[in-house]
């Protein structure tokens, strides 16, 4: 065949269809620009977890939940082979941290860990911006964590009984700190003055604060989580008189339980996690499975017992979690209806 002719003309083309025109143009669009695709296919639940997980704590750095939290975030890392970043976001008695979780998307990359004053909540306030129930979705309970009835170390109170004495005798002098309104050291304290006809006056903090006044003696009293605590009790920097639930406690065994000091609390804290509703199944499982190795590991055991509190034994699926915290709910509602305590 002859080479072309370069004097001559070139031979007409057919006219490209206009729909074959726009996919060709399309095509160079996405070729040539320096933007990525808008769209993207979702990450399926099999997936998970491929990023970094959050893990909001809604309570202070330092108090008992913050140290669960990063010691499961220590472990789940491992487990999980991705970042665990766990994200205080205090307030409002956890109410501000659970109203933010609630909001989150339901991908997996966001967990809640909080305690009892969860439950307490739909009882205690009279308006929320989030349904405990509804809005989330139960993953694990993670271990039951009593609270320690705490003086300071100089302290002429040694007993339950010296503090009844006490608050009988000249009730404007008594004040115990809580970690805020409507917590479960609230409650608590509101349960011991009903059950032993006293009137303390409830001075509630938010953080560390009241455990900072009660060893600086500014308050006569202050009911505190044993997570935090009993590093404190033990190195003699305050005392502890006594502790809710039906157990003493490994790390503290010469402390009595109200109800052998003859004040009959029993209800008991404790940490769990929580996602927000709608969170797939199959990532609630897995999150579930990965927690509740971490907590039948012999040494995450013994760093529990140690701190005060009580790993949970059997550990729980989510529906079982799930069914006990509605219970959970009703429980503490009667507690606060027996014991009189509102939040304004």
Same mark, same amino acid.
């Given at each position: 065949m002859p080479p072309p002719n370069p004097s001559l003309p070139a031979a007409p083309q057919p006219p490209v269809p206009r729909m074959r025109r726009r996919k060709l143009l399309l095509g160079a669009a996405v070729l040539t620009s320096p933007w990525p695709a808008l769209a993207q296919t979702p990450e399926s639940p099999s997936q998970w977890p491929k990023r970094t997980i959050r893990i909001v704590s809604p309570w202070a750095a330092g108090g008992g939940t913050d140290i669960v939290a990063r010691l499961l975030a220590e472990r789940l890392r491992q487990d999980l082979g991705v970042a665990v970043v766990v994200d205080a976001r205090p307030g409002a008695s956890g109410n501000i941290g659970a109203e933010h979780v609630a909001r989150q998307a339901p991908d997996g990359y966001t967990f809640m860990i909080t305690a009892a004053a969860f439950a307490i909540a739909p009882s205690l306030f009279r308006t929320?911006?989030? &349904?405990?129930?509804? &809005? /989330?979705? *139960?993953?694990?309970? +993670? *271990? %039951?964590?009593? $609270?320690?009835?705490?003086?300071?170390?100089?302290?002429? +109170?040694?007993?339950? @009984? &010296?503090?009844? *004495? $006490? %608050?009988?005798? &000249?009730?404007?002098?008594?004040?115990? #700190?809580? /970690? #805020?309104? #409507?917590?479960? *050291?609230? $409650?608590? #304290?509101?349960?011991i003055n009903k059950l032993a006809g006293i009137k303390m006056t409830h001075v509630p903090y938010t953080g560390g604060g009241a455990a900072t006044d009660l060893q600086g003696g500014t308050l006569t009293m202050a009911i505190l989580d044993a997570l935090s605590q009993t590093p404190m009790v033990k190195a003699g920097k305050v005392r502890a008189l006594a502790l809710n639930g039906n157990q003493r406690l490994p790390a503290l065994p010469d402390v009595p339980t109200l109800r052998e000091t003859g004040i009959p609390f029993d209800p008991v804290g404790w940490h769990a996690v929580f996602a927000p509703a709608q969170t797939p199944k199959e990532i609630v499982d897995? /999150?579930? @499975? @990965? +927690?509740?190795r971490i907590i039948a590991i012999p040494e995450v055991q013994a760093r529990i017992y140690d701190a005060g509190a009580f790993p949970v034994q059997p550990p729980t699926s989510p529906q079982q979690w799930q069914e006990m915290f509605r219970k959970e709910i009703q429980t503490w509602a009667e507690m606060v209806k027996i014991s009189g305590a509102s939040v304004n």
């Open positions: 929320l911006s989030y &349904d405990p129930l509804k &809005d /989330f979705v *139960a993953v694990t309970k +993670i *271990a %039951t964590a009593p $609270l320690l009835v705490l003086v300071p170390v100089n302290s002429p +109170i040694r007993t339950m @009984a &010296d503090l009844v *004495a $006490l %608050t009988k005798k &000249d009730p404007k002098s008594v004040t115990y #700190g809580s /970690f #805020g309104n #409507g917590s479960p *050291a609230h $409650l608590m #304290g509101e349960g897995k /999150f579930n @499975a @990965a +927690i509740n």
